[in-house]
């Protein structure tokens, strides 16, 4: 089987105050085959946004060898770029659901396919679609910062799924979730990894851990 992630024996501690230092995980070794849906499971503070930060390429801070698509992440780094994976190959979608507080969600959503330069007539179709994936047609046009909790992390989800990205990766992605939403959002991956799309999760709701094919426990 074809590993898209692979980590080996790696090892991460925080600073934290006058030279102490935090160590989260030490000598943490997995394989994320392509299209497994992946749960990373653990009670809060075990290190699973630890974890996920490494792997979407937002944390350098750490030892070990990290591989995506059988690439070194170094060599990757000196050819493409971080902001290429960001934007072309994972969507990351991270505990904080930020939005850009001034535009509309339509616009929150629209905007990785701006950046890609993608025709008018294209976005309008898929923010149309996402949004009726996501159930936030109603909230098209309210402002980021007017929103719920909940509402926030669906237009997140919504924003980072339109990328067709080939691994994403969510972070608690039902945390702010009631179960309607909670069951739409899992039918809504369980789709995309029908279609071949890699997903990485990290939870402790025992109902998301049970619709993926590989566990690793925190
Ligand atoms: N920026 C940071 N600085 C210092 N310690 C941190 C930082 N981020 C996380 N930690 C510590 O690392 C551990 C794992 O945290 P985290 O990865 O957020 O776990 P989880 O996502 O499973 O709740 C916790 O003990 C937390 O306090
Ligand atoms: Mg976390």
Known sequence: MYNVIELKNICKKYKVSEGKEVEVFDGLSL????????GIYGESGSGKTSLLNIIGLMDKCYTGEYKICEKKVSEILKDKGVAYYRNMK???????????PKLNVYDNIALPLMIRRKEKRII??????????????????????ELSGGQRQRVCLARELIKE????????????????NKDNLLMTLNEINDEGKTII?????ENVIKCCNEVFEM
Do not use: C, W
Request: charged content about 30%.
């Open 124 to 145: 309008n179709s898929k923010v149309e679609e996402m949004s009726e994936k996501m159930r936030i047609k109603d909230i098209l046009y309210k402002q980021g910062d």
């Open 201 to 205: 999760i990290a939870t402790h709701d």
């Open 90 to 100: 994972f969507g990351y979608v991270d505990q904080n659901y930020y939005l850009i």
């Open 31 to 38: 394989d994320i085959h392509e299209a497994d849906m992946f």
């Open 165 to 180: 990205p080939d691994i994403f990766i969510a972070d608690e992605p039902t945390s702010a979730l009631d179960y309607k």
